[in-house]
């Protein structure tokens, strides 16, 4: 009898818990959101999302849910945008109502909405001018800041030469460069700028960059999304959109070069991400990497200790971005 009754009551509570999720799911109090995969109370889908890997399980629910849905990060509502189009829409196409920035754990208080990446409204508009010019006023895009960089990239050869007595014998005798590589060579250099290009594209070194929040409430493909609520710009679905890369999950330099061997500019290229948020170092950044590149290629040749074909070149997934894999690599004068 004992036992019947205690059989009873854990079929009741199941049955009230039933009910109690499934009144709770049904309840409009998110508005018109985009679908999502279905979640338990308070705990939302933080099972179904493994927070180490992220992207993968992002990547498994655009699968399953298309380029635009929701996911519960506990009671959180999170609308994830995938692939070129629905990330322009958001970001280039309604710029103002996207370009909020979402609240992030610890960031928050560390920056106390001081920091231009974490900042909102007008704050975050006096910080963005404010280093938009200080950058300017330091030299990017200018002669000052491009030689700045041609000397550290000298300086990194000049590190690369000490660390290998021999080389720099070899170096003195074989180099015979004339002169520094400078930004005005990269509209002549195609290939090299493609493979930059390519590098940026494949390392995809910001999966889902800084999240966003929408500054009021929007109508987004036929869901209304309220304000206030985070969104996540999976940059990655932009960069190995099959609609703009015809390989996307190889390197390929070809992505960005015409049949004519020109450079051809590709709309989904979003590594800094778009829009109002745009990554304010995108210029300063672009402009470092063609000038190392091009100065530790002029003097020397790298050289791989093992066959190419064995090194894995996709970059490794970690909590908050994508990092390189390590692997041995000889530096070896021209
Ligand atoms: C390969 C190098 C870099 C990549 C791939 C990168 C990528 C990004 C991405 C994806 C964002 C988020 C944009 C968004 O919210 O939509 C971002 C933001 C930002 N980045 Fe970068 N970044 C790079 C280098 C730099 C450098 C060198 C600087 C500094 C000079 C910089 C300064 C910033 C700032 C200040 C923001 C926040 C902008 C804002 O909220 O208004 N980044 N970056």
Redesign the pocket.
Known sequence: MALFGAWTFSLLISCITFFLVLRWRRKPKDGNLPPSPFRLPWLGNLLQVDIQNLFMSLYRLQEQYGPVFTVYMGPQPVVVLCGYEAIKEA?VDNAEVFGG?ARMLGMDDTMQNY?????NGER?KE??NF?QSA?RNFG?GKRSMEERIQEEAEFLVEALRKTEAKIHEEIDQVIGRNRRPCMDDRKKMPYTDAVIHEI?RY?D??P?????LVTRDTQFRGYTIPKDTTVI?F?TTALEDPCYFETPKKFNPAHFLDKNGDFRKNEAF?????????????N???M??FLFLTTVLQNFNLRTLQDREEIDILPEVHSSGKLPQPYQLSVVPR
């Open positions: 970001l920035r920091g231009i990446g974490s900042s975050w910080l963005r280093c950058l990017v940026h390392a070194v910001s889902i960059g800084i999240p966003h710009l940059l979003l590594p800094f991400s778009a829009g109002k948020r745009v990554c304010l170092g995108e300063l950044a672009r470092e990497i």
